[in-house]
């Protein structure tokens, strides 16, 4: 009895060591592969199949003008002929973007090394791009855009008449009342880019695998054009239409001297307009922590290999013009996931790994061997 209890204990430990010597081996296959071999490139071009699975980035934006909160609004909101609204765009492939992802992928890491171009396509109603203020370079008019937001704060203050005469205009300007102070943005050539360490996959060559997004460092470029002004409402029609005059005028006259006075008609059932200083600068250089913590998944699907990234970050403008400097203050996060495809390669283990692999099954040879002589 005591030898028979023997044997099985025996067995049961050969059984435990076996397991761990498996699992080891692929350990040390990982482990050896990583410090020998280079790892496989690949390029992943992101896509859009459908509305669940699509490479498509959110935008949350928030402000403050010495210390109070804005109220911000989409310069288009979802729904309707605006689509997803100008909060929200597609970061695909298209016929005028290369948009990819790039990663150096071997059987138990994956990792980042920069070069990515996931690019932003402009925010897209049901028939058309959606045009947003400013123009391009802070101009007057409007422009497609990645994203477009608005900001404003509500006043009821009355203006002076303004005389004009000093700048050779021979009138007096009756802009009424400021109704609210405005910062409209648009953000237009967004690119993001990917960086990190290698990252450990789970051991072994099947897929799906995950890494942590958290490793992850996400870098973006692009330019954020601007109009800071405000929204001016007439007394009469007829002061409405003088004050568009006057300020035609004022504009060609600014514009000779350098200045770029933007002025928006919002209709004369308003009767009011929205005027300001246009302004472009480009989005501050940004590498920060992927904030979205989920996982990222590299899956075999069909003829491709499919990798999919969460990420989540901060746009913190830097370089307003002043005043607005020491007044404003704005967060624009991005969120959403890319996801890219390539066609599917079989990560080769090199050489040495397969030597690694030869020692570790050589042992395992041995402990077998012993459990049957046992």
């Known amino acids: 009895m005591h030898r028979k209890h023997s044997a099985t204990l025996q067995r049961e430990t050969f059984g435990i060591l076996r397991g761990h010597l498996v699992y080891w081996a692929i350990v040390t296959l990982c482990v050896w592969e990583a410090s020998v071999s280079s790892a496989t490139p690949l390029s992943f071009t992101l896509f859009n199949v459908s509305s669940s699975n699509q490479s498509r980035l959110e935008m949350v934006a928030t402000a403050q003008l010495s210390g109070s909160d804005l109220t911000s609004v989409p310069q288009y909101a979802p729904g309707g002929l605006n689509g997803a609204g100008s909060l929200s765009t597609l970061y695909n492939d298209t016929a005028a973007n290369d948009s990819n992802l790039k990663a150096d992928v071997t059987q138990c890491s994956i990792g980042f090394s920069g070069g990515s171009t996931a690019v932003a396509s402009n925010a897209r109603g049901l028939l058309s791009d959606l045009a947003m203020s400013p123009n391009v370079g802070g101009t007057s008019g409007t422009a497609p855009a990645n994203y477009g937001v608005k900001f404003t704060s509500p006043q009821s203050t009355p203006i002076p008449p303004i005389d004009l005469t000093p700048l050779g205009i021979n009138a007096t300007l ?10 409209t943005i648009a953000f237009r050539s967004a690119v993001i880019d990917i960086t ?5 996959l789970a051991p072994g060559a099947t897929y799906p695998q995950s890494f942590d997004s958290s490793q992850l460092n996400v870098n973006v470029a692009g330019t954020a054009d601007s109009l800071f002004g405000a929204t001016v409402k007439q007394a009469s029609f007829t002061d409405y239409l003088a004050t568009g005059i006057a300020l ?3 504009q060609s006259t600014l514009a000779a001297q350098g200045i770029n006075l ?3 008609n919002n209709g004369f059932l308003q009767q009011s307009y929205a ?7 480009p989005l501050p250089p940004t590498s920060t922590a992927n ?6 998944m590299l899956e075999h699907i069909g003829a491709n290999l499919r990798l999919t990234v969460p990420v989540k ?6 370089s307003l013009p002043a005043p607005f400097d020491t007044l404003l203050t704005a967060h624009f996060g991005l969120s959403g996931t890319l996801i ?3 066609p599917y390669v079989s990560v080769a283990v090199p050489e040495p790994s397969t030597m690694a692999l030869s020692v570790a099954f050589a042992m395992l040879s041995i402990v077998i061997r012993r459990e049957r002589h046992s």
């Open 196 to 200: 990190s360490a290698e990252l450990p």
């Open 313 to 318: 970050f901060d746009i913190v403008p830097s």
């Open 248 to 250: 035609t005028t004022l």
């Open 291 to 296: 904030a979205d913590a989920s996982m990222g």
């Open 262 to 264: 933007t002025i928006v």
């Open 275 to 281: 005027i300001g200083f246009g302004t472009t600068t």
């Open 340 to 342: 890219g495809q390539t």
């Open 174 to 183: 009756n802009l009424g009342t400021i109704t609210s102070l405005d910062w």
